[in-house]
């Protein structure tokens, strides 16, 4: 089964979402930072690895959330794995996003996001 790791990241009680490219799968949808495991890594090494791709940070302090399985329409099932990330060196850069925001958790629940997330973000968003 494929693993894919996202990052929860939090400053002033913003958190940072990702709007996909055009060109890329589910097109124009809101996702946490992250990636698909390749084979031969741990969850942990693939989020390190990934948010250097895309955000060109290296990434100090990090926990596991929670992990699921979803499956999308037509497709093998994933397993998805969530992790705070608390600390980090260097600046974000966008590297591959077509936007990339800080927003309140409470408004998240506002973006079309990927449907393996929205799990997730039920319990993030609050009532609501």
């Known amino acids: 089964m494929v693993q894919v790791v996202a990052a929860i990241m939090e400053r002033d009680g913003l ?8 060109e890329q799968s589910h097109p124009l949808k809101w996702e946490f930072p992250g990636g ?6 741990t969850p942990e090494q693939a989020l390190v690895r990934e948010l ?15 992990r699921y399985q979803f499956t ?7 397993e ?21 925001r800080w927003e309140p958790k409470e408004k998240l629940c506002e ?3 990927v449907e393996g997330d929205r799990d997730f973000l039920r319990g ?5």
Do not use: M
Not at 52 to 66: C, H, N, P, Y
């Open 15 to 22: 958190i940072l979402i990702g709007q996909r490219t055009p």
């Open 36 to 41: 698909k495991v390749e084979a031969g890594e």
């Open 52 to 66: 250097e791709e895309e955000l060109g940070i290296l990434v100090r302090d990090f926990s596991e959330i929670t």
């Open 72 to 78: 999308y329409p037509g497709k093998d099932r994933i």
């Open 80 to 100: 998805l794995i969530f992790f705070r990330v608390s600390q980090h060196a260097e600046d974000i850069q966008n590297r591959i996003f077509h936007d990339l």
């Open 111 to 113: 973006f079309d996001f």
């Open 124 to 128: 993030l968003c609050g009532p609501g």
